[in-house]
């Protein structure tokens, strides 16, 4: 009895296997028939041309010390190069324009006194007077140079590997119309 269901179930599942997708083979026989493959041609191969690589004059990035400031320090070498600062006179110095980076400082104004040139700075709610060789910001600047609308700065900024060097920067005059509070 199972055996006679079972080639029952057979039959039947068979006879519901017929070609009902007929249409759509037809359909996608006639679609394809007019198509052909088109593959581009490869680019043509260029020869390889080595180029020279000359690092003589280079610094080498991968020297222990510019990735180890302190080893420089233990064996005895330069101890931060020509333009180390003074930190000792920058505690007796104590101002106040020094506590600030240069980038939150404004110059809010040019005096000539005495055929001097004197700018005004802003910092916070607190302004100061600055002459040439005066210090400014967290990076040692000195003052070389006020004008009429910028003060320039020689800066002394140490690299990875405790070298100091210099860089120039300027603040320039801030006017009331770009300061909108």
């Not at 106040?96 to 980038?103: Q, V």
């Not at 070389?144 to 590997?161: F, H, P, Y």
């Not at 300027?170 to 509070?181: A, C, D, I, T, V």
């Amino acid at each position: 009895m199972k055996r006679l269901m079972l080639i029952a179930l057979c039959g039947v599942l068979g006879a519901c296997g017929g070609d009902d997708h007929a249409e759509l083979k037809a359909w996608m026989a006639e679609s394809t028939k007019d198509m052909r493959g088109n593959i581009p041609k490869l680019p043509e191969v260029k020869p390889y041309e080595p180029v020279p690589y000359d690092v003589e004059a280079l610094v080498d990035p991968f020297k222990a010390s510019k990735i180890e400031p302190d080893a420089k320090a233990r064996q005895g070498e330069g101890k931060g190069g020509a333009f180390q600062p003074d930190f000792e006179a920058r505690e007796l110095r104590n101002s106040l324009l020094e506590k600030y980076p240069i980038e939150s400082l404004k110059m809010i104004g040019y005096l000539n006194v005495g055929r001097k040139p004197i700018a005004v700075i802003q910092v916070e709610d607190k302004v100061k007077q600055v002459k040439v060789g005066d210090y400014l910001g967290l990076d040692f600047g000195m003052v070389t140079k006020i004008g009429d609308q910028e003060v320039v700065l020689r800066e002394l900024i140490q690299d990875s590997a405790g070298d100091w060097s210099e860089r120039t920067s300027s603040l320039y005059l801030q006017s009331k119309e770009g300061s909108k509070k």
